[in-house]
């Protein structure tokens, strides 16, 4: 696992379900500090950065020493490396698709001229010199809807001229619903699951609250944006739902499980079995059905380290 700092409920997934299936799993958590609350149910390796440029070096010792099997990102910043190791080294499961596709999604301006390609509908993009207010701004590299900036007026607008290259400027919807669906797709290309649920409550970028729910429309769409998109294994899929028009637009992918994503294993799509299973190369079928109005709420509970080791 990169980056899974505080996934502690999908890590307890994954040792739950290898158990079912009798596999022996042992899980590592590749972080910065060793002061992180995954510690509960991982081994903790404190290693480079996602853009040392000794990483890979370091991560290929780590493997071949630990006999890694899978690798899984959990933050942005990992999924290059996790796809990058992958091609150069092999021997390994990753649940990703190629990384020339994944790459292009960190790119907010540049994702957006993507799925215009593929026609998928999205929110007008606009330029500094053709647009329409209320505009959003969003860091072209941002991400947990951090630097963010609504504007309203020519004046606004003006103080991110100078800088504007480094933002996605589009067009505003202030009544509207922000819709997830948690997917997995096979290796070999086989849409397994699409969950659709809608965010509730969202603490520091990250969803607080969830419910899942029925939407033939938005599945459709996602099942579309996959296929034309050609992405592989776990992929995340932001929609927005402007409650004005009735409009379901594409904002943004992310190619990897999103932290809300255990509301939809609750659900049904058993993603922990999915991964397992392809990594062993076993077949897996595509979901029939999930519970709909499902709802999880998240809740604080700590861990306790004495000089860096964990209190159990």
């Given at each position: 696992m990169h980056g899974g700092?505080?996934?502690?409920?999908?890590?307890k997934m994954f040792l739950a379900e290898a158990q079912k299936m009798d596999i022996d799993l042992h899980l590592y958590s590749w972080e910065l500090q060793p002061v992180v609350p995954i510690a509960e149910v991982a081994e903790i390796v404190v290693g480079r950065r996602c853009d040392d440029p000794?990483?890979?070096?370091?991560?290929?010792?780590?493997?071949?020493?630990?006999?890694?099997?899978?690798?899984?990102?959990?933050?942005?910043?990992?999924?290059?490396?996790?796809?990058?190791?992958?091609?150069?080294?092999?021997?390994?499961?990753?649940?990703?698709?190629?990384?020339?596709?994944v790459e292009g999604m960190f790119d907010k301006a540049r994702a957006a001229q993507i799925f215009q390609d593929a026609e998928l509908p999205i929110p007008a993009t606009y330029t500094i010199a053709e647009h329409k207010f209320p505009i959003i701004a969003k860091p072209r590299f941002g991400s947990a809807s951090?630097?963010?900036?609504?504007?309203?007026?020519?004046?606004?607008l003006s103080q991110i001229a100078p800088v504007a290259q480094q933002y996605l400027l589009q067009e505003y919807i202030p009544h509207r619903e922000e819709i997830t669906v948690d997917?997995?797709?096979?290796?070999?290309?086989?849409?397994?699951?699409?969950?659709?649920?809608?965010?509730?409550?969202?603490?520091?970028?990250?969803?607080?609250?969830?419910?899942?729910?029925?939407?033939?429309?938005?599945?459709?769409?996602?099942?579309?944006t996959l296929s034309s998109l050609n992405l592989r294994g776990a992929v995340t899929i932001q929609f927005i739902h402007d409650t004005d028009s009735g409009r379901i637009l594409l904002m943004e992918i992310n190619p990897r499980l999103g932290g809300g994503v255990v509301c939809s294993i609750h659900a049904g799509a058993n993603i922990p079995h999915y991964?397992?299973?392809?990594?062993?190369?076993q077949p897996i079928s595509p979901l029939p059905a999930y519970l709909t109005n499902l709802e999880i709420t998240r809740y604080q509970q700590e861990i306790t380290f004495h000089n860096g080791i964990l209190i159990k």
């Open positions: 700092a505080k996934r502690v409920s999908i890590a000794l990483l890979l070096e370091d991560l290929h010792s780590f493997t071949i020493d630990k006999g890694i099997n899978i690798m899984i990102p959990f933050i942005d910043p990992a999924i290059s490396v996790v796809a990058k190791y992958r091609d150069a080294y092999g021997g390994i499961f990753a649940p990703l698709g190629e990384l020339s596709g951090q630097g963010i900036i609504i504007i309203n007026s020519e004046d606004e997917c997995y797709v096979s290796q070999s290309g086989t849409i397994i699951a699409t969950v659709p649920r809608r965010r509730i409550a969202v603490i520091g970028g990250e969803v607080s609250r969830t419910i899942t729910i029925d939407s033939p429309e938005i599945i459709s769409l996602s099942r579309q991964i397992l299973a392809e990594a062993l190369n």
